[in-house]
């Protein structure tokens, strides 16, 4: 798959399908109507296009990082090339494209530019100056400028519409098995290991402490069934975000314990998949109400983990 970030590096890819959105998080509707799309170009030897922006639009018109992010750009793309797409165009949102008419879009950018004869977006699809562009007007220039066009209906799961919106609220409040039906795969968190107090270390259980960009979407403070990622090699793990207030902590930190793994990782990039919340953060009546406390949290980790095959 080929990476473009600007409109005019983009020459000679032939006739081409593009699929329209903002894609955030590649949910499982969005991992739908990709899949639509590079099946449908392949029938119809057409060139398959993920068309979005590198930020989001809302954060343009409203606060910056208003709209917390699903996932990084690199988990982005790895998951779009995974579904086979040919390109992922992903310019950013900038003061040319907020100010865009939407049949200028579809006529100088779709249309000019990249040569699309099938258009595939979801039901709610909306582009161009303050998201006037609709599925209505898409079906109306499809004729006008002879291309196809592909709308995808709701994507539901108990009755729930699958959406960017949902797994964000899902994520914040903890709810992370759920969350993984509507992702289709585990939410993660990823950062640089960073040095800490040392205070796990010397009850037993040292943890691996990651900062993570404020743009994203933080699970609440509390005990989470994790497995973690290093240099490509997985491990079992428990993570706890909060403040640590047993030991008078007053900074909120993501420290995961690596279940049977004593390597020196500072410096390293760690990725943590959550699986499940265990317990809210609690203040313990001491160090040794802690430690119990922990075990029982590792326990219950190597327990699920067990189940989980």
Known sequence: MRVFHRIDDITDIGKTGVA?????GVHIGHQMLIENTV???RENDLS???FTFQNHPKNITNEPNSVKKI?????K??????????????VEFDSRFKKMKPEDFVIKILIEKLNMKKANCGFHYRFGHKAMGNIALLKEMSTAFDFDLFVLEPVMIENILVSSTIIRELISTGKMEECTKFLGRNYSLEGTVISGKSLGKKMGFPTANILV?????????GVYITKCSINNNVYKSITNIGYNPTVGGDKRLIETYIIDFNNEI???????EFYKNIRCEIKFNGIEDLKNQISKDVNAAKEYHIQEF
């Open 20 to 24: 329209l959105g903002n894609f955030d």
């Open 39 to 41: 099946k449908s170009c």
């Open 48 to 50: 398959s296009i993920i």
């Open 71 to 75: 996932a990084t750009w690199k988990e």
């Open 77 to 90: 793309i790895e998951v779009i090339e995974s579904l086979g797409v040919d390109y992922l165009i992903a």
């Open 213 to 221: 960009n404020e743009d994203r979407v933080i699970p609440p403070n």
């Open 266 to 272: 500072y410096g390293k990039d760690l990725k943590i």
